[in-house]
């Protein structure tokens, strides 16, 4: 799990930011499972719950940063 910004998608004559994404990757692979766009890059944990309901995620480890290791991810991981 990773989240990146996307440079120069922004439009400063519309007021719209930077495109801010969250994904999943089988580092094994090198695929990209899932990914969901977020409204920031802040430490905010909200959109992994969602990105992980779409992935099985039986006998996988799962590798979070740092802003995303949060007690109520883990548990929603471990529940999963």
């Known amino acids: 799990m990773d989240g990146k910004t996307v ?6 004559r ?6 801010h ?3 999943a990757h089988a580092t094994g692979r ?3 499972l899932a990914q969901r766009a977020v ?3 802040g430490a905010n944990p909200r ?5 992980l309901d779409g992935l099985r995620l ?12 949060r007690r109520e991810v883990a548990d929603h991981i471990l529940a999963r």
Not at 14 to 19: A, I, K, P, Q, T
Request: glycine residues 8%; aromatic residues 2%; contains cysteine.
């Open 7 to 12: 440079r120069h998608p922004f439009d400063r």
């Open 14 to 19: 519309r007021g719209r930011s930077s495109l």
């Open 21 to 23: 994404l969250v994904s």
């Open 30 to 32: 090198g695929l990209v």
């Open 39 to 41: 409204a920031d890059t």
């Open 47 to 51: 959109p992994l719950p969602a990105l």
């Open 58 to 69: 039986d006998g996988c480890l799962v590798s979070l940063d740092a802003l995303s290791r």
